[in-house]
């Protein structure tokens, strides 16, 4: 089965997964830093360090398409 072929067959949830879950921590992240103090801080830095670290992740990854 081809690349082509196979996401051909993945519905829009699937799809988009990943992406929603990465913008529900940013938010959280980013509320939190707002208007926490204490754990909050602790809580927006993981979720902030979390984005970055997902995005080097799969810039770095071997056969990632380069654009």
């Not at 072929?5 to 529900?24: D, E, K, T, Y």
């Not at 939190?32 to 103090?37: C, D, E, R, T, Y």
């Amino acid at each position: 089965m081809s690349g082509t072929q196979r996401r051909a067959g993945l519905s829009l949830s699937r799809i988009f997964a990943v992406p929603l879950l990465l913008v529900v921590v940013t938010l959280v992240g980013l509320v939190s830093a707002l208007v926490g103090n204490g754990p909050a801080d602790a809580l927006s830095w993981a979720a902030l360090g979390a984005l970055v670290l997902v995005m080097a992740w799969s810039w770095l990854k071997p056969g990632a398409p380069r654009t």
